[in-house]
């Protein structure tokens, strides 16, 4: 691996290929797939959000499909960087949540802030749970995902400053 987070398979590497079926099957737990690979910081962000999905939608008594989802976008995702990994492309060890929402004129994702405020409202959802105040969670949390679709979208059209003044 280098100092950048990448797993280097260049022509002189040592590396023996690896299985792309057995990393699609270890993918059925999202997360396995991508530390058979010795993506550990890849593997390590989806398995911690299918858990979380897992978790959240239990406790808000909220079935939805987004676990499976994570379950597709592992596997397929494991496939793909074993099938670079075996064509001697560098692989990029990156969390899911990395560099994908940068805010403007900085250099600094706002993953950080968002997942602040994510858990700082879920911390109020369930407290007011427990203290017997219905929100009526099962028929609003549609919102949630689409607010999060809504602002990824502006982002990416907004995108860097810099770019914005070329």
């Known amino acids: 691996m280098t100092e950048n987070g990448t797993i280097d398979q260049g022509p002189n590497s040592a590396r023996e290929p690896v299985s792309s079926g057995l990393a699609l099957i270890l ?8 530390m058979y690979l010795g ?5 390590m962000s989806l398995a911690i959000t299918f858990v979380l999905l897992i ?3 239990g406790l808000m008594h909220v079935d939805g499909p987004l676990p499976l989802i994570v379950v ?17 492309e560098s692989v990029d060890d990156t969390s899911l949540y ?7 004129g900085a250099s600094r994702t706002i993953g950080p802030l968002f997942l602040g405020l994510a ?5 109020a959802v369930f ?4 203290l017997g105040i219905d929100l009526h ?18 982002s990416y059209f907004r995108g860097p400053r810099a770019e914005r003044e070329n």
């Open 98 to 104: 990395e560099g994908y929402i940068e805010t403007p």
């Open 39 to 43: 993506l550990m910081t890849r593997g």
């Open 119 to 123: 858990l700082i409202v879920l911390g």
């Open 137 to 154: 969670l099962d028929l609003l949390w549609p919102v949630v995902p689409m607010a999060v679709g809504v602002w990824l979208v502006l």
């Open 27 to 34: 993918s059925a737990f999202p997360g396995a797939g991508h």
């Open 55 to 57: 978790v959240v939608g």
């Open 127 to 130: 407290l007011l749970d427990n």
């Open 72 to 88: 597709v976008f592992a596997a397929f995702d494991a496939l793909n960087a074993a099938k670079r990994i075996n064509a001697g």
